[in-house]
């Protein structure tokens, strides 16, 4: 059920970052999962952390949550501006040296973490979050937007890791995943880590740990 910009919750995130697509994928599910999950968050006066990108699925939910009147804080590295910035950028952009700055600033300013579907990028951001919730550098939610079962094949992989290992079980419940932007933010809203850190002392600024 699509929630109105009228209507307003409290949240435990002030901010939360999305990782998305530089494309807006074949199906139109894609595009307007992307613009729910804008007003989902300003509903519930949450936000926006993300890549920094004007197109694409990026430029979908910035645009959205500007429009409703939620501030935008877009991270994106200078050799990038010209690939992915194209006409009006929306809400406050941050530029950085490279990717590595990038994830780290896009990280340090999110109280949790949302992928929509995207490629190689969005797995990479997607992956590398959850490997830092494993080793206990921090303890945020991390959602997966899964629309018509885009992530279906990822979370079967994951479930094979489990089952042959390499995750554990408790491991596995870092992830949260719904097919729709209103159940995946309440379920991340009730999230409780189960597993136990590798290393809870490691710090996300780079040159500290």
């Known amino acids: 059920m699509e929630m109105g910009q009228g209507e307003v919750n409290g949240s435990r995130f002030?901010?939360?970052?999305?990782?998305?697509?530089?494309?807006?994928?074949?199906?139109?599910?894609?595009?307007?999962?992307?613009?729910?999950?804008?007003?989902?968050l300003v509903s519930r006066r949450i936000d926006l952390v993300y890549g920094g990108g004007s197109i694409g699925l990026m430029g979908l939910v910035s645009q959205a949550v500007h429009d409703g009147g939620g501030h935008v804080i877009g991270v994106i590295p200078r050799t990038l501006m010209p690939r992915e910035l194209t006409g009006v950028t929306v809400g406050e952009v941050k530029?950085?040296?490279?990717?590595?700055?990038?994830?780290?600033?896009?990280?340090?300013?999110?109280?949790?973490?949302?992928a929509l579907p995207g490629g190689y990028g969005t797995l990479e951001e997607l992956l590398e979050v959850i490997t830092w919730a494993q080793l206990g550098i921090h303890e945020k939610p991390v959602g997966l937007l899964n629309v018509d079962g885009y992530y279906n094949s990822l979370l079967s992989f994951i479930?094979?890791?489990?089952?042959?290992?390499?995750?554990?079980?408790?491991?596995?419940?870092?992830?949260?995943?719904?097919?729709?932007?209103?159940?995946?933010?309440?379920?991340?809203?009730?999230?409780?880590?189960?597993?136990?850190?590798?290393?809870?002392?490691?710090?996300?600024?780079?040159?500290?740990m």
């Open 14 to 40: 002030k901010r939360v970052c999305v990782f998305c697509g530089s494309s807006q994928g074949k199906k139109t599910s894609y595009q307007e999962a992307a613009i729910e999950l804008g007003r989902v």
């Open 159 to 208: 479930d094979e890791a489990v089952e042959e290992g390499f995750i554990s079980q408790n491991a596995r419940h870092i992830i949260v995943s719904a097919s729709t932007a209103s159940e995946l933010v309440m379920k991340m809203e009730e999230y409780v880590p189960q597993h136990e850190g590798v290393a809870s002392q490691l710090s996300w600024e780079i040159d500290q």
């Open 95 to 114: 530029a950085v040296a490279d990717m590595h700055q990038r994830k780290a600033e896009m990280a340090k300013h999110s109280d949790a973490f949302i």
